[in-house]
């Protein structure tokens, strides 16, 4: 029987509704391209599907994550380095939140009060937190603290040992695992560059806060980088909201318009026009 991967992380911007049509565009390239690279990681939503879908055992390609939060990218390494240990402290942790509720946790995370979380733990009290906080939502303060609230979870869905143990199994080498800008990650010729940002403001209510502020400016410079990566060879796919922002900067490109899920709450039936936008040079 097959194991089934699902990200171990729910994160704003996750993929899971836009990965059937992602994974068909990418399946077709599967001869076409040398290393698949995601400088937008966040959750992985794309990177389990494709893993259940066999893609990178067939394959063999190697594969390049990145993200700009600290803490995740730490969360991911603890994870391929030593998924044993990380399961053991999540279980104290765990234990920890039952005894003393979600805001001691909180507390520790940031280091506010009391003996702050570090290395490991505090892995492991991101994984906590995420499954126990208002709809797994991450945000964080000018301070850079996380400031999200308790969610109601009865009981919570706490990530399991055996979600860690296949993780560990499916990620990249440690040293292809990144926590950086966006444009410091290199591209090369015949790379699959998946790009999935925080998406274009459709409303003033919409969801940017990620490690950061990702406004007008950013979309305009994330789209001066999509443009340079195209013309150095690479075949790039990006996703973002269905704007006319978006439609007029990505004009010269291929453009498939979709509706999918919005809102990473398991209770959201509401629906958003989205975007695909792939680079010129892809062949379909």
Request: aromatic share 12%; with cysteine.
């Amino acid at each position: 029987m097959s194991s089934t991967f699902k990200p171990v992380i729910k994160w704003a911007g996750g993929k899971k509704s836009l990965s059937k049509q992602l994974s068909q565009i990418i399946l077709e390239q599967l001869d076409g391209f040398d290393r698949y690279v995601e400088p937008f990681f966040g959750g992985g939503g794309l990177f389990f599907s494709l893993n259940n879908d066999m893609f990178f055992k067939s394959s063999k390609k190697k594969i390049i994550i990145n993200d700009i939060n600290k803490d995740l990218m730490n969360l991911y390494k603890d994870i391929k380095r030593n998924p044993k240990k990380l399961i053991s402290v999540h279980e104290k942790v765990k234990q920890q939140y039952h005894d003393h509720g979600f805001y001691y946790i909180r507390d520790r995370y940031n280091g506010s009060k009391g003996h702050p979380y570090k290395g490991i733990y505090k892995s492991a009290a991101l994984m906590i937190l995420n499954k126990t906080c208002y709809n797994g939502l991450y945000r964080v303060n000018k301070s850079g603290e996380f400031n999200v609230p308790v969610g109601r979870y009865s009981p919570p869905a706490f990530v399991k040992a055996n979600e860690v143990l296949l993780t560990s199994n499916i990620l990249p080498d440690l040293k292809n695992i990144h926590n950086k800008s966006y444009e410091k990650i290199e591209i090369r010729k015949n790379d699959l560059v998946y790009l999935d940002p925080p998406y274009d403001i459709e409303n003033k209510n919409s969801f940017t806060s990620y490690a950061g502020e990702f406004k007008q400016n950013e979309q305009e410079k994330l789209h001066k980088y999509f443009e340079k990566i195209v013309k150095i060879g690479a075949k790039v796919i990006l996703s973002n909201s269905n704007t006319k922002s978006m439609r007029d900067l990505y004009s010269s490109h291929k453009i498939k318009r979709i509706s999918a899920p919005r809102g990473i709450s398991p209770k959201s039936d509401r629906k958003a026009k989205e975007l695909i936008i792939l680079g010129n040079n892809f062949q379909n």
